[in-house]
């Protein structure tokens, strides 16, 4: 992989993964558009790190001393209580990863299932953000809302899902405020990026060769700025703005890429 291609896909992975756009399908999209040979689900699992670091530095200080705090001071409280919900959350697309790992990795990645995904969540997206009540806040949350979150997450295993997108949608239809749900989805990435990252460390590495660990360290590294970044813009967003824009640009790009596919010009495994 050359080092251009692996800051672009980067810069990609940055910017797209907390905005419900789907980095998956972004780049997915980016090397069949470019000619250039798909990586694959394994180093877009790895790159996906580089988004971990920005989470974990945009909330700092909630993830390294308020929720501990709370969790060991008061774990009834609904501070101490999120934790916990957290993992309970990750659960179903740790599972869900394992059970369905040669679809992800096959299948899922056709171009077909990826326009699909764009079009129908962009659809729901705006329904569901139109009708939303913004009451809630994440100490409102219960036990079943987090689980119900968590499976929304593991929609996201499908290229073009988005798990920012499904998770905030799903948060959205159990009332939260946008600027909650879209906090809880960010912490509720730590632990399945992290998880996914460094179980398909070896899998990317192998997949792309030995040459490949430079342009991967530093699309990693890319990623991580390009994502702090984008948490940060897309918290003062959902402060004031809806979801529509996010929901249009993604049914319009679902929309491109079945005309792409319709008239030859991509195939749906193009660069696999």
Same mark, same amino acid.
């Given at each position: %992989? ?55 530095? @945009? ?25 916990? @919900? &957290? ?12 059970a369905l790992e ?22 729901? %997206? ?74 398909? %460390? ?20 890319v990623s991580a700025?390009?994502? @702090? ?5 897309? %918290? ?14 993604r049914v319009a &790009? ?19």
């Open positions: %992989m050359s080092l251009w291609f692996a800051i672009v896909m980067g810069a990609v992975q940055g910017l797209t993964e907390f905005l419900p756009i789907s980095s998956t399908a972004h780049l997915r999209i980016l090397p069949a558009l470019l000619g250039q040979h798909d990586p694959g689900a394994a180093y877009t699992a790895v790159l996906q790190l580089g988004t971990l670091v920005a989470v974990l530095v @945009y909330f700092a200080r909630e993830v390294f001393v308020d929720l501990p705090r709370a969790l060991f001071t008061d774990p009834r409280s609904p501070r101490g209580r999120l934790p916990l @919900y &957290l993992i309970l959350a990750t659960l179903p697309i740790a599972v869900a990863g394992i040669d679809f992800i990795v096959g299948d899922a990645r056709s171009l077909w299932v990826v326009s699909a995904t764009l079009v129908g969540v962009g659809v729901a %997206m705006a329904v569901i953000d139109a009708r939303a009540r913004n009451e809630r806040k994440i100490d409102d949350l219960r036990l079943l809302d987090a689980f119900i979150v968590g499976c929304a997450q593991a929609l996201a295993l499908v290229p073009g899902v988005s798990r920012s997108g499904a998770t905030i949608c799903c948060a959205l239809v159990l009332g939260l405020r946008r600027t909650e749900a879209a906090r809880f989805s960010f912490l509720l990435s730590i632990p399945a990026i992290a998880g996914a990252g460094v179980f398909q %460390m070896d899998d990317a590495i192998d997949g792309l060769g030995a040459d490949a660990v430079t342009p991967l360290v530093v699309g990693t590294l700025l390009v994502g @702090y970044a984008s948490i940060a813009w897309l %918290m003062r967003f959902l402060g004031t703005r809806p979801l529509f824009g996010f929901a249009a640009y &790009l679902g929309v491109l890429l079945v005309a792409l596919l319709a008239a030859g010009t991509l195939s749906p495994f193009a660069g696999v």
